[in-house]
């Protein structure tokens, strides 16, 4: 009898044992579908982020190709650039020394130029120069201020 009884606890441990896997099975497999479902909204919300980030690329293409034609309508309608700097003769020096042949350029002031932006504006034509070196070529003062239609010797580094 001793035997069947503990055959018995064995038999109903083994039961508990199986209702408590399949219960964590049960709830294993809910996870999975649940993990499946967010992985399906995923997958969604990928493919429409994908298509959002296409459409904003075009538009952006677009927008950039539409500033492009402005700009170059802009530039079309704008009088024709000057050309580039012509070289001309050395500023005079003042004092008695005589002028030393240095070569350069020749620039009429216009309105609202500032010696540094002539410099700056040299500069991006491919001329080596600083305003420092416009205010020592011609003579000016620290705080001298340049009028238009004044003519500046603008210095040629080799």
Same mark, same amino acid.
């Given at each position: 009898?001793?035997?069947?009884? @503990?055959?018995?606890?064995?038999?109903?441990?083994? =039961?508990?044992?199986?209702?408590?896997?399949?219960?964590?099975?049960?709830?294993?497999?809910?996870?999975?579908?649940?993990?499946?479902?967010?992985?399906?909204?995923?997958?969604?919300?990928?493919?429409?982020?994908?298509?959002?980030?296409?459409?904003?690329?075009?538009?952006?293409?677009?927008?950039?190709? *539409?500033?492009?034609?402005?700009?170059?309508? @802009?530039?079309?309608?704008?009088?024709?650039?000057?050309?580039?700097?012509?070289? =001309? /003769? /050395?500023?005079?020096?003042?004092?008695?020394? /005589? /002028?030393?042949?240095?070569?350069?350029?020749?620039?009429?002031?216009? *309105?609202?130029?500032? !010696?540094?932006?002539?410099?700056?504006?040299?500069?991006?034509?491919? !001329? *080596? !120069?600083?305003?420092?070196?416009? @205010?020592?070529?011609?003579?000016?003062?620290?705080?001298?201020?340049?009028?238009?239609?004044?003519?500046?010797?603008?210095? *040629?580094?080799?």
């Amino acid at each position: 009898m001793e035997d069947a009884r @503990i055959e018995r606890e064995r038999v109903l441990r083994a =039961a508990d044992q199986i209702n408590f896997l399949s219960s964590q099975i049960e709830g294993l497999q809910g996870e999975i579908a649940k993990l499946r479902s967010e992985m399906d909204t995923l997958r969604t919300e990928n493919g429409d982020l994908k298509r959002s980030f296409q459409e904003m690329a075009a538009s952006q293409a677009a927008d950039r190709q *539409k500033l492009l034609d402005e700009v170059s309508q @802009i530039v079309a309608k704008s009088p024709p650039a000057k050309s580039a700097p012509k070289e =001309a /003769p /050395p500023a005079p020096s003042a004092g008695d020394a /005589p /002028p030393r042949q240095e070569k350069g350029y020749k620039h009429v002031v216009e *309105k609202g130029q500032t !010696v540094s932006a002539i410099a700056r504006a040299y500069s991006a034509q491919g !001329v *080596k !120069v600083t305003a420092e070196d416009i @205010i020592r070529a011609n003579g000016l003062g620290p705080d001298a201020v340049v009028r238009p239609g004044q003519d500046l010797f603008i210095p *040629k580094k080799d």
